[in-house]
């Protein structure tokens, strides 16, 4: 052979399979043929004369014609998928629908139909190639390198490389060109290698989906409950380790066979192969309750069915319910913690009973610490509800922004500072429960609005998104002010009350049913955990006196003071608080009439001996008009800032400067009073700022 090496043309359609082939070509024959490749992307010096041609396929014979001129010698390549990237297509799930896409049609059949016979034939190819339409909702794509043929909407594509020079073709090139006997052996030992390769790959696939198998099974061996799967043909395919104990049946022993033959309760079998709605139902098996539920896999048209054990469901519910309790989520009491033995009480006790066991909603009225709360708590937990969540939101507690989003919740991005993941709302975490608005009197317009649509519709939609979440909850409202007054003056809605109001609970006064009050002293002492103190009936006879206009928590803080200062483990009429301890009367009799209280108690201010103060050096008095001036202002939806209330202070005995009203709202800041909000919402005051505003009052 002379040193001279001799030259082969590669002709191929792209300028890709050019150079994928052109080096495939090089590693084989490089020592002794000089290549030279061109595609129909390029220019090329044709027509060829007296050359060895290689055409990378049949399909380009006709748009090679004229270039292949006199004495040529053409070899037509048959090309073979590159193993090498065959992985790539056994990580794509089962059943998918790909498009095959190449560059001609027969191109594609060629390539699925030995895609197929390789093995890989879980995925539903789809030739693609131009000039076909392909519809939208196939979203995966395999490619033989020819990526600028993949239509725009695909979303995964997986090239696999350049179809290579088979090893049929090679060895007739190598034979055409005398090499057959040097290089034929170490070619066709390197297709050998890569078509071991490919096994590999296949049979590590093979253990893959098998060691998947074995970790299905650890997950279905490891649930609490038994789960059972039957094929179209009634045949049980899933039998996991609970229904081995069950059935006394290893789940080799039962896999494959019909459902009748493996489990001796007829009725059972009935029922998981009924084809009625039927869903859940409750067997006796191994002397022990099951819940079983049934459902279709409709896709695999099959059939599942899960056996609950009922001991172990109710451990669970104890579990979760403790879970509730730690979170807050439980109403704590029940009709049995209601204490009176007045007839008022235990009429209202038993209408309570009644409204309880249907699903409507409630409106509680009564004053300030007549018991809204816990006749709520009572009403949930003797309703069907009792295992569901227990939500008790304070209307007046939070300023309008934060109480919608509390109750609502919000999207991601909803609004600056919206937390990552949004937030639900209460109505959302009540689901299947009672939520207790309680102060419904103090919600915004807005809210009023957003609250009856809740109501009407049975479902809410968080603040800032679009879907609509239905919900099952029953609302519990309760109020301490004259609502049909408010509804006069505009500050309610009327057809909200009507929606509130559908059952209704009016509760007892203290002062109304005095009866009750040494039974009262006594069970707070009890719960007190103090029943070693003795009340002297001196004192009994004084405190069943009193108006209580704060009724029985009024009545609780008393004793739980007196307890507190009592010496000898006797309560004297000497322990009894002084006046001012005691909530006065307010003109309409409920807290409603706040002005009145906050003038009274600003009278008392001076000689108030329990007070703590506030402000230091600033008078409390400042403080306190100025928390009355932003809650009036609150009240009427109007927002306040700095200047408004500067300007307000005209009014007063003394006006005060914008500078110290800016020192008294930073005092008033500092102690949680009130919340400063940017930009229109203004200053709002908080409940602990209405407790101090009311603790002055009852002074
Ligand atoms: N009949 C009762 N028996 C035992 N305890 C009672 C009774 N009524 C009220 N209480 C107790 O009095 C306190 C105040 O009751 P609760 O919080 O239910 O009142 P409320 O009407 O909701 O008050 P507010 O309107 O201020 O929210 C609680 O400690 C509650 O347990």
Redesign the pocket.
């Known amino acids: 052979m002379s040193n001279r090496k001799k030259e082969l043309i590669l002709l191929a359609g792209t300028n890709d399979t050019r150079k994928t082939l052109s080096a495939q070509l090089e590693e084989v024959i490089g020592d002794w043929f000089e290549i030279e490749s061109y595609s129909l992307e390029e220019q090329f010096p044709s027509p060829f004369e007296n050359k060895l041609i290689i055409l990378t396929s049949y399909l380009l014979e006709e748009d090679f014609k004229n270039a292949i001129g006199e004495g040529c010698h053409v070899l037509i390549a048959k090309r073979v998928i590159n193993y090498e990237h065959i992985d790539k297509l056994l990580a794509i799930p089962e059943g998918t629908r790909a498009l095959y896409v190449s560059d001609y049609a027969q191109n594609c059949y060629d390539s699925i139909s030995m895609l197929q016979q390789l093995g890989i034939d879980h995925i539903d190819y789809i030739p693609h190639y131009p000039g076909c339409k392909a519809s939208p909702d196939i979203t995966y794509a395999i490619t033989p390198g020819e990526i600028g043929l993949i239509p725009p909407f695909i979303t995964t594509v997986i090239d696999i490389g350049t179809r290579l020079i088979d090893l049929t073709s090679m060895m007739e090139i190598l034979s055409h060109i005398g090499l057959l006997a040097e290089k034929g052996e170490s070619i066709s030992f390197k297709n050998i290698r890569s078509i071991i390769d490919l096994n590999k790959k296949l049979a590590r696939s093979n253990r893959d989906s098998e060691h998947l198998n074995k970790h299905f099974k650890r997950v279905l061996d490891g649930v609490d409950d038994g789960i059972l799967a039957i094929d179209e043909l009634g045949r049980i395919t899933v039998f996991n380790e609970i229904l081995e104990t069950v059935f006394k049946v290893t789940s080799r022993q039962a896999i494959g066979r019909l459902l009748k033959e493996v489990i001796p309760n007829q009725e059972l079998v009935a029922f998981i192969l009924a084809d009625n709605t039927e869903e859940s139902r409750c067997f006796t098996l191994i002397q022990n309750e099951f819940i079983v539920q049934r459902f279709m896999l409709q896709t695999e048209n099959s059939i599942v069915a899960t056996f609950k054990d009922m001991n172990q469901t109710i451990k669970m519910e104890r579990t979760l319910r403790r879970e509730l309790v730690k979170k807050g989520f439980v109403a704590k009491?029940t009709f049995q913690?209601?204490?009176?033995s007045s007839a008022a009480?235990q009429n209202t006790k038993l209408i309570a009973g009644k409204l309880a066991k249907t699903d409507l909603t409630v409106l509680?009225e009564?004053?300030?610490?007549?018991?809204?709360?816990?006749?709520?708590?009572a009403i949930h937990n003797a309703s069907f509800r009792n295992n569901g969540s227990y939500l008790a939101l304070?209307c007046s507690s939070l300023p309008e922004d934060l109480m919608e989003s509390e109750l609502f919740g919000y999207e991601e991005g909803a609004f600056t500072g919206a937390k990552k993941g949004g937030k639900t709302g209460v109505f959302e975490q009540a689901n299947g429960g009672t939520i207790f608005l309680?102060?419904i009197g103090d919600i915004s317009l807005k809210l009023q609005a957003r609250l009856l649509r809740v109501l009407q519709e049975k479902e809410i939609m968080r603040i800032g998104g679009s879907k609509i979440i239905p919900i099952d909850v029953r609302v519990i409202a309760?109020?301490?002010k004259d609502l049909l007054k408010m509804i006069e003056l505009g500050k309610f809605r009327e057809d909200l009350y009507h929606r509130l109001k559908v059952l209704y609970l009016h509760?007892p006064e203290?002062r109304k049913r005095k009866e009750?009050i040494t039974e009262?002293i006594q069970?707070?002492i009890h719960l007190s955990g103090r029943n070693n103190v003795k009340i002297l009936p001196e004192v009994m006879i004084r405190l069943s006196q009193y108006e209580w206009y704060?009724?029985?928590?009024e009545?609780?803080n008393t004793i739980d003071y007196m307890l507190a200062v009592c010496d000898n483990y006797t309560v004297t009429l000497n322990d009894i608080p002084d006046t001012h301890f005691f909530q006065r009367a307010s003109s309409s009799g409920v807290?409603g009439d706040l002005m009145y209280r906050i003038e009274s108690s600003i009278a008392a201010t001076a000689e108030a001996p329990m007070k703590k103060p506030a402000g230091g050096v600033v008078d409390d008095k400042d403080l306190l008009m100025i928390l009355q001036t932003i809650y009036s202002f609150n009240q009427s939806g109007e927002s306040i800032g700095r200047k408004k209330i500067a300007e307000q202070t005209r009014w007063w005995n003394k006006e005060l400067t914008e500078q110290q009203v800016r020192h008294r709202i930073e005092l008033l800041e500092q102690h949680g009073y009130i919340l400063i909000y940017r930009g229109r919402s203004g200053i709002k005051v908080t409940q602990t700022g209405l407790d101090w505003m009311n603790s002055l009052t009852a002074e």
């Open positions: 009491y913690d209601i204490v009176g009480i509680i009564g004053e300030s610490g007549s018991g809204k709360e816990l006749f709520a708590s304070n309680d102060e309760a109020t301490n509760l203290l009750d009262l069970h707070i704060g009724n029985v928590r009545l609780k807290k």
